[in-house]
């Protein structure tokens, strides 16, 4: 049978960390923070995954007025499984009242012959404040990448910021790796920044070199997305834009 497990993860004001739950390949780690102020969880894989025809989520909340910071300790390599089923992998992330979750996981790589869907939920309260980084890696070295299909989905206030879907390798909708959308490379990404102080004075568009771009959302809030030859290169472009602005 493939494994079903949910990790679970609770900050709240002041440090507390009332909630971490590790399950499956999760491995929760409450680490050091350069900022006593805030609260550090990474994600430490205790085996491998995820594989085909696992159900594997990880839950997320800063509650009012926690700063949580969730990192991972490697990059997930989705492979193929026995059956041929799919693998489902949800990221479900909740902000409170005046809190702060910055959301930093190492890449997530499409390895050949997998199939991968990923979803992420985010809700956020109206005085929330929100980085997250996705970066996938489509296939290793030399090698062909999988079937992988990801959705972000993000509520301010109740109300939608942002639902975006994205697929790449065998299955994929024709025109995924070509000029319109990779044009040939492997390693793709983006940096979803919600932030109320937005509503004054929000980043203006940008392109970022030859193949990213900042483009402002309806709402508080910026989405930076950049293509790469590899991972290296889109970690530089994506932290530099953190370095950059101040995030």
Not at 49 to 78: N, Y
Not at 161 to 170: I, M, T
Request: aromatic residues 2%; glycine residues 10%; hydrophobic residues 45%.
């Amino acid at each position: 049978m493939s494994p079903t497990a949910t990790a679970r993860i609770a900050a709240e004001a002041g440090g507390r960390l009332p909630v971490l739950e590790s399950a499956g390949p999760f491995a929760l780690r409450r680490t050091r923070s350069a900022d006593p102020a805030r609260t550090r969880v990474t994600v430490v894989g205790a085996m491998t995954a995820p594989l085909g025809g696992d159900r594997l989520a990880i839950e997320a909340e800063a509650r009012p007025g926690a700063r949580l910071d969730v990192d991972s300790a490697a990059a997930t390599v989705a492979l193929p499984g026995r059956t041929g089923a799919p693998a489902h992998y949800d990221v479900r992330l909740t902000v409170g009242e005046g809190a702060e979750l910055r959301w930093l996981p190492e890449p997530l790589i499409s390895a050949a012959g997998s199939d991968l869907r990923m979803r992420t939920r985010v809700g956020l309260a109206a005085d929330a404040r929100l980085v997250l980084r996705e970066e996938q890696v489509l296939g290793r070295h030399a090698e062909r990448p999988g079937t992988l299909a990801t959705r972000l989905t993000v509520e301010r206030a109740g109300r939608p910021l942002l639902d975006q879907e994205l697929r790449y390798g065998p299955g994929a909708p024709d025109g995924w790796d070509g000029p319109a959308v990779l044009a040939g490379h492997r390693a793709v990404g983006q940096l979803l920044v919600v932030d109320p102080a937005f509503d004054d004075k929000c980043p203006e568009p940008r392109l970022l070199g030859d193949t990213g771009a900042l483009t402002p959302l309806a709402g508080p809030a910026v989405l930076v997305t950049a293509v790469a030859p590899d991972a290296l290169r889109l970690r530089r472009l994506l932290d530099e834009v953190l370095r950059s602005e101040g995030w």
